[in-house]
């Protein structure tokens, strides 16, 4: 990631292309992970819930399951929108190191 400095990367030899794709990584792995919370709270809700008070929860949790979805669906789109500026990036990086810049 950056160091907050001027160049881009703070990885020797990397630019910001090589940041881009670390932030698209982290972002699909946090989609990847909000995944598996959803799926397990997902199974949570298919249990059988007798009281009024389990009903209750069982609304909750497919409330905020379906939120989660939105939320995943976001983080895959910021992926995948990232990875494309990633690309154009590590472009213009290459088109700059062709020009000796």
């Given at each position: ?30 989609a ?6 959803r ?42 929108l ?20």
């Amino acid at each position: 990631m950056d160091s907050g400095g001027e160049g881009g990367s703070s990885r020797p030899g990397g630019g910001a292309g090589d940041d881009v794709l670390a932030i698209q990584a982290a972002l699909t792995r946090h989609a990847e992970s909000l995944t598996d919370v959803r799926r397990q709270a997902l199974s949570v809700s298919l249990l059988s819930w007798d009281s009024p008070a389990g009903g209750a929860f069982r609304t909750y949790l497919a409330e905020r399951c379906s939120e989660l979805s939105g939320t995943i669906e976001l983080l895959h789109s910021a992926a995948r929108l990232l990875g494309e500026y990633g690309r154009l990036v590590r472009v213009a990086e290459a088109l700059q190191r062709g020009a000796g810049l």
